[in-house]
């Protein structure tokens, strides 16, 4: 039977007892009903994960004993900043997911002219929430020990202008280069992927102004979630460890 991986907020130490979150809590009882003695691999996002094993199971509360600590790293040695236009219904849960599973460092939604979700702040924030869990059960089930950042959502025109030392590059089916034609930084690549409906002539003007590299994935108009999940590969295949 496979081992399940959860994710801890707090410091881990061998021999400590850990009273689990309450999505924990809920997985591990309401979905894989664990019992005491179980054993459980915690990592909290500092490189390493933790053997473990349960001692106390109930209802509202799991408590597992650390048996030892393996230093493991799945990151790739390529650094991918994904800055993706936010889409409508479940794509954007779906790219993050999917990004993370291929290894991207961070992620930043971005909020464009074509963008097709209009949310108050409070709104905003609770998306973040969610999309916060999402990147953690996507490195419970990939077995990433780092979590990759997630930025609050953005607007297009503040991010394209940040300052970077990364490989600024943004997808267009008429792009004369492909992946394989880049050189890579060490500091890595900042992809650009836009929302269903893609980007307005005024920003991809603003993405020329401000060094971005228009790269190509062939000569069809990819879906913005097919478009950032091929791109990252591309990447990691090329330039990565895929």
């Not at 881990?12 to 999505?23: E, P, R």
């Not at 199971?57 to 393996?70: M, W």
Request: charged share 20%; glycine share 6%; with cysteine.
């Amino acid at each position: 039977m496979r081992i399940s991986r959860i994710f801890h907020p707090d410091l881990l130490v061998v021999d400590q007892h850990i009273n689990l979150t309450s999505d924990a809590v809920n997985h591990l009882v309401n979905v894989l009903r664990a019992k005491v003695g179980q054993a459980i691999v915690l990592f909290n996002g500092d490189g390493a994960e933790y053997c473990a094993h349960l001692v106390d199971v109930t209802k509202r509360n799991v408590v597992a004993v650390v048996d030892s600590k393996l230093s493991l790293s799945l990151e790739s040695p390529l650094n991918i900043h994904l800055g993706q236009g936010v889409s409508r219904g479940d794509r954007m849960d779906w790219v993050i997911q999917k990004a993370v599973e291929l290894g991207v460092t961070e992620i930043t939604p971005l909020i464009t002219e074509r963008c097709g979700v209009k949310l108050t702040a409070d709104r905003w924030f609770k998306k973040h929430e969610q999309w916060q869990k999402l990147i953690i059960a996507a490195c419970e089930q990939c077995g990433r020990n780092k979590l990759p950042l997630l930025h609050q959502a953005t607007n297009f025109s503040e991010w394209i202008k940040q300052s970077t030392t990364q490989i600024r590059l943004t997808l267009h089916p008429r792009a004369e280069k492909a992946f394989r034609h880049i050189a890579i930084p060490t500091s890595g690549a900042r992809l650009l992927i836009g929302p269903e409906g893609g980007f307005s002539e005024h920003e991809i003007y603003q993405t020329e102004e401000h060094g971005f590299n228009t790269i190509q994935l062939g000569p069809r108009v990819l879906r913005t979630e097919t478009a950032a999940v091929a791109a990252i590969t591309s990447l990691q295949a090329i330039h990565g460890d895929l």
